[in-house]
């Protein structure tokens, strides 16, 4: 790492995240609102360890019966079943409807998973201060932050299948307890995802570099 | 770093927050809710487990793990969770997650049936699994211990818990159409149905077991028949032609009947799984029961077309037997055929009865007496139309005065009673005799006799004019008996007048006439 890097916090600046204006806090005061726009200027996002992790491990709480829980109750002149999003993979394993069950699988099991483990890793590595792969580390973040809009996808997709099964006197799929929780873990991990300070992966590189220096 | 100190140029201040913010995170409130949410969710799933079940099967045709339901009445009270073979590989053995507060349903003698589409007697169930795919079904039984593990039956009760009513069995050679639900009628009404049948141990009669609903149980006395009502029951016999159904559906699928004969009505109602007999129709089933009965042999020369075991044999219209058996027989030596025919004689059922016996005297005996009497009186077996649509025959037993004493042989083994030929015979015996004789008429001669005859006539005719004439000259106006006959007439007009003298007479003392009358006849 070259050692001429600058960063506006060492310069005692901020910079906007909205407007990307540069400006310095009032006397005494260690954060402040954007002089132009008025986004609350921080040097890094305020409390944002604290706040990641509240959300993370609300997700992952979620997580537990969001995968226990059936998601759609279906009704059908044969009784109603309830499934849950691995049965409903499992229902859909077929020659045919596989890559749909695939897509499910992914979006609704793995990725989930994988963005709550991606932003426990992060946020443990920034704890302890690691100054190792730190461009690993940001790609990772992109990965989740990317990740993250598409995440409602499958909620949606439960959601309007009830909607449009409705119409069908024969049938009619209702949204169970899962599904709430499913939209929990996708709403919080969004959440997580938002209030990490990716500034936070450089930060101990920067001690670092100040320390050598 | 030494370009950090130096100022930066436009760079402007930014404005102080309103508030400062409280250093642990309202944010930690998301994961409490999430944890409290999903500890409730756990705590209800938990606390709302119903208890787990054992249920082995012997297949797992349409068992499904985590998709077959247990229902009740229609309710969901559970699903099947797992589906394994017995270590034995003999059995699969299901577990099932029953729902909440269903400890009640699992007793002692809980039954559990898996219900697929089945079409057996006058049930089609489980239809509805045609599209949902097997369910398990559950009856809940009675008993108050508690029990966990089930072995389910292989058929689907046709009773279940909640009917009340007993339990008959019937013995049948022969298992017909009957089936498990088929119906069981009682004057044209379905009362009960076959609950199960099963080979009797030696292999010669079907066990039915039958459910009769109550009340109507109470109708079945020792006494009761029972009868296959199987469709239509069509028999052609010596009383012609007689169609009995019991019901459209019995037609369709088949049926026990049951009558008690109305004699019985005061007798008290059988005990539950009491014995009978299963009739093939009704007419068996009212058949008087044969008492002992005595075997005869008869031998007709004539064809017994139309004669068929079960064919009455008849004294005076009354039917004292049947015909059991009809063989046929060529004489070695003669190559004539004959038709031995065994029947079973009833005595009794002509009036003999026991209690009429003198003391010390024996049934049979009196029964030898009363045959032998018939026989040396000319009692002789003939066999007789008994319909001419359907030709069929029955054996009478009658007295034929003016016949050859006979004695019957005793010793042979069935005794062997004397036969006359049936009125066909007899009558085809007669047309032959006719016959014969109109053969022997000289026809010929009797032609040229009537020619000549007819000569004679012609002649006599030609004189008889000739009289003709003489008697129309006697009865002339003018004539002697012209006058004679005026004579005769006054005479007959004066008798004419006393008459209605006596008429007059009468209808002013009618007495006279009676009076004269007794009179006359002392
Ligand atoms: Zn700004």
Redesign the interface.
Known sequence: MSATVSTAMQHGLQSCERCALLSRPAAGEHDGRCPRCGEELTFRKHESLQRTWAFVIGAAICYIPANILPVLTTTTAAGSDSDTILQGVILLWSPTGWPLSLIVLVASIMIPSAKIIALVYLLVTVQRGSTANNGQRVRMYRVVEFIGRWSMVDVFVDAFTAALVQLQPLMSVAPAPGLFFFAAVVVLTMLAVESFDPRLIWDSLDAKEVRHV | ?S??DAP?PH???????SKK?TR??L??F??I???I??AW??VVRILGEGPKVEIVFKSAEGLEA??T?IQYNGV?VGVVTTVRLSDDHSQVITTAQMAPKTEGFLVDDTRFWVVRPRISGANVTGL?TL???AYVAIDIGQSTKSMRTFVALETPPVVTGEVRGRFFIAKTPDLGSLDSGTPVFFRRLQVGQVASYQLDKDGQALSLKLFINAPYDQYITPNTRFWHASGFDVSLSAAGLTVQTQSALSILIGGVAFETPPTDGLAPPAEENTVFTLFNNRADAFKLPAHDPQTFVLTFKESVRGLAPGAPVEFHGIAIGEVAEINAQIDAKTFEFSAPVTIHLDAQRLGVAVRDLAPGEDIGSIRKKLIDTLVSNGARAQLRTGNLLTGSLFVAFEVFPGTPAVTVDWSRTPPELPTVPGELAAIQASVVNIIKKLDQVPIKSIGEDLEKTIADLDRALVSGRGTLDNANKLIEPNSVLGAELGNTLQEVSRAARSVRVLADYLERHPESLIRGKAEEKK
């Open positions: 770093m370009d950090s930066l760079v402007p201040e930014s404005r102080a927050l913010r642990l995170s944010v930690w998301i994961p809710v999430a944890a949410a999903g969710v756990a985590g998709k339901k969901d509805n599209i949902s795919g």
